[in-house]
């Protein structure tokens, strides 16, 4: 063992350097690396295994061990000692390898002569590359100094091989970046879409991780670490406006960015010959490595912050700011972490679809994508790693599934779909202005979802008559204080004039849940979908919910106005949201503001309690909007953000249609108007059996209104309820088989 590690650290990225300066193949290169690494640790072995897939690490290069066992050896991940490290993401090292947990003896390779075993993961921001490995005959644990100077290696075996320095044959040495890859997701919004990746925030690629100059690369990060500490003490001294959960989230910042022991790891680590970017990025994977695995929640959600910090830095260092430089591609799909609807709106309407690494079927982006009805998808981990500006991506939002850079199979067979979605709507543009009118001689009125200005053109275009619902807080979300009443009066205003007459239901504000407002505090709740959210902010609130309430009533200028109140579960919260509706009106009046007229007030049936409300409540209101997405969640205990369960239970199911049933008549019995509103609403088959139950009126996404429309038009009412009884009366748990046989022999 060297007296000074890290000066033969720094010798060792300094031969390192040169080996790759001289060129060659990347096997080339790999087998000068393991013989320069083997020498400077003083070890009989060095090897380095690549993944070659997924689960597969493939050995690439080894100085020691048989050379025939290059690139036949493979280990599954999580299959021995290099396949535990591959696994963990840690280091292993052991005096005794083959007493190890976990040892797996390789007769191919010769290793049994070895004892002492140490492999360090190669990893780059999360993205496992591979395992370095040193082993020795003697029975020894390699130092702490000598395990810290192979993850400084490792990691500038991490930044050549993203920078393509080990291309060869074979999986394992394919070139980054450029092989087909499959993303399997979670659907947020349906729709398919082929375009061009286009990175919300692009990566920030170490282009030469060894430094020549250790003083300069200590002084840049000072000077950058100073840079960032400043523009964090003014982002918190500058901007009084901030809630306590933003100042929460800069004090972290703040903290991050004073700590000392990461601003002594990254010194050190540019001692051990890296570049201030490497120093910084080098931290930054080992700190999402032991965040992530972090029993404790808070710390995995500081990962957030310290990415963001890094990131920060790392544009300070390079000069690269958050403006790459990249132009936007052409048909951009836009790519990300994840995203706020405010950053969303600025990429305004010209994106082809969205990928969220994270996200959520109930987030402000998902509300946002189904406003402007293009394709999401959620939950495609790892995608931002993967993905690179301009790459050619295929967005399948129907299945859930983002192709990125697809082979030619894949993308023929994807265009085939595109050209029968072209056609379809062509065949939905030219009923555009006829009714809704079935078979049966049953006539339904379409209604579309929105929530921007933006979204009324849509109106004319879809053939709706109408919006069913318009999402008032979307205009909440995305500012960063609460708007002002002259400027919702004014917004609300122009609305209702873009909808050139055609009736529109404003939902009052539905906030809490997965909709927190970022200038109110969120509340700690083990179950916010059910906690302290929509009218009961309001209420409790009062006074946000009558300066909404005012806003309207101003908009309406005298005109017809039409409220409902979003989460109502009893009589008791009709009544106290009406009162307050009431107040308004007796102030407008006083105040000589003319009043809207007509004006009809009702509510949102989200919860199966209200469907058992008293008679006075279906009499008292003026109409009734069943709000499906919620109440199906409510209905079956389901969590429509949580992937395991929300998909299990279907809308068809006989219990679950009894019940909407029951609602229907209901209805039917005080004469009150009553609609069905949400994702089920805009799916033809589920459309047309909630028509088939007495439902006459249906809201849904604009790009909806056409396929429904479609399908009613083309079928008997009479029919489709004889083929749900008939499969009630076999005993069927579900109507969707009985009627998609109807539908496939009518049509």
């Known amino acids: 063992m060297p007296e000074r590690v890290e000066s033969e650290s720094r010798k060792l990225l300094e031969r390192l350097r040169h080996a790759l300066a001289e060129g060659g193949e990347g096997q080339e290169r790999l087998d000068k690396i393991v013989g320069l690494i083997a020498s400077s640790m003083q070890t009989e072995v060095c090897s380095i295994y690549l993944f070659r897939d997924n689960e597969t690490l493939e050995l690439c290069a080894t100085q020691g061990l048989a050379e025939e066992s290059v690139h036949k050896t493979r280990l599954r991940l999580g299959e021995g000692l290099v396949g535990r490290v591959a696994r963990t993401r840690r ?8 007493s190890a947990r976990g040892f797996r003896y390789m007769p191919e390779t010769g290793e049994e002569r070895y004892s002492s075993f140490c492999g360090v993961p190669i990893q780059r921001l999360g993205d496992a590359l591979g395992v370095l490995v040193v082993q020795s005959k003697d029975a020894r644990e390699f130092s702490a100094d000598e395990v810290y100077a192979l993850e400084v290696v490792a990691m500038v075996l991490a930044e050549m091989t993203e920078l393509g320095a080990f291309v060869g044959e074979g999986a394992a040495l394919s070139a980054r970046h450029q092989n087909p890859v499959l993303f399997r997701g979670s659907i947020a919004q349906e729709g398919a879409s082929s375009g061009n990746v286009f990175l919300h925030e692009a990566r920030v690629v170490v282009t030469n991780p060894i430094s020549d100059d250790p003083d300069l690369e200590l002084q840049r990060l000072r000077d950058a670490v100073e840079e960032l500490r400043s523009s964090v003490d003014a982002l918190l001294s500058g901007n009084r406006q901030m809630t306590t959960d933003q100042l929460e989230i800069f004090e972290a910042y703040r903290m991050f960015a004073n700590s000392r022991s990461w601003m002594r790891r990254m010194e050190a680590d540019i001692s051990n010959g890296l570049t201030a970017e490497a120093a910084v990025e080098k931290e930054q994977s080992l700190a999402r490595t032991r ?16 990415d963001d910090l890094s990131n920060r830095l790392l544009r300070i260092l390079t000069g690269q700011g958050k403006d790459t430089g990249a132009d936007m591609p052409d048909n951009p799909i836009l790519v990300a972490r994840n995203i706020g609807p405010g950053e969303l709106l600025d990429y305004g309407k010209k994106l082809r679809g969205i990928v969220l690494e994270e996200g959520s079927v109930g987030s402000h982006a998902t509300v946002v994508a189904r406003a402007w009805a293009i394709p999401l998808v ?10 690179l500006n301009g790459d050619p991506i ?16 894949v993308h023929a067979a994807f265009r085939d779909k595109l050209a029968m979605q072209t056609r379809a709507q062509e065949r939905y543009a030219s009923i555009r202005d006829e009714p809704a009118l079935t078979q049966c001689g049953t006539k339904l009125g379409l209604y579309m979802n929105a929530g921007l200005l933006a979204d009324l053109p849509s109106l004319e275009g879809s053939g709706a008559l109408g919006v069913g619902l318009f999402r008032t807080e979307l205009q909440f979300l995305i500012r960063s204080h ?25 939902r009052t504000l539905d906030i809490g849940s997965d909709k927190v407002l970022p200038y109110m505090k969120p509340n700690d709740e083990p179950n916010p979908a059910m906690g302290w959210r929509a009218i009961r902010v309001g209420l409790d609130k009062p006074g946000i919910l009558r300066m909404q309430l005012q806003a309207l009533v ?37 105040l000589g503001n003319p009043l809207p007229a007509p004006l009809n007030v009702g509510a949102m049936l989200e919860t199966p309690s209200l469907g058992f409300a008293p008679d006075a409540f279906f009499k008292e209101v003026d109409f009734i909007s069943v709000g499906g997405n919620d109440l199906k969640q409510f209905f079956y205990a389901a969590d429509r953000e949580n992937e395991r369960v929300r ?99 009518r049509l």
């Open 91 to 98: 280091v292993i090292n052991a005096a005794d390898a083959p």
């Open 482 to 506: 609460m708007p002002k009443r002259s400027e919702l009066s004014a917004l609300y205003a122009r609305v209702m004039k873009a909808s050139g007459g055609k009736p529109i239901a404003f």
């Open 647 to 745: 998909r299990r239970y279907d809308t068809l199911n006989h219990s679950f249609l009894t019940f909407l049933q029951m609602v229907v008549k209901r209805c039917a019995d005080a004469g009150t108007h009553l609609s069905f509103c949400g994702e089920d609403a805009g799916r033809p088959l589920e459309a047309v059996c909630l028509a088939a139950c007495g439902f006459r009126s249906l809201s849904m996404r604009p790009a909806s209104v056409g396929p429904v429309k479609h399908l009613l038009r083309r079928v008997d009412l009479t029919e489709v309820r004889a083929a749900m009884d008939d499969a009630w009366a076999k005993g069927d748990l579900s109507a969707r088989d009985a009627v998609s046989r109807y539908l496939k022999n």
């Open 291 to 306: 965040l992530n695995q972090a029993g404790d929640a808070y710390m995995r959600e500081r990962l957030n912050d310290l």
């Open 394 to 409: 295929l967005v399948d939002g129907d299945q859930g599934v983002v192709h990125l850079r697809p082979d030619e199979a």
């Open 554 to 590: 101003r908009a309406a200028n005298g005109g017809p106005l039409t409220v409902m109140f979003p989460f109502i579960t009893l009589l008791s919260e009709y009544r106290a949201a009406r009162a307050e509706l009431d107040k308004v009106l007796a102030r407008e009046k006083i």
């Open 378 to 387: 959620i939950n495609a981990k790892g995608i931002t790693t993967e993905a």
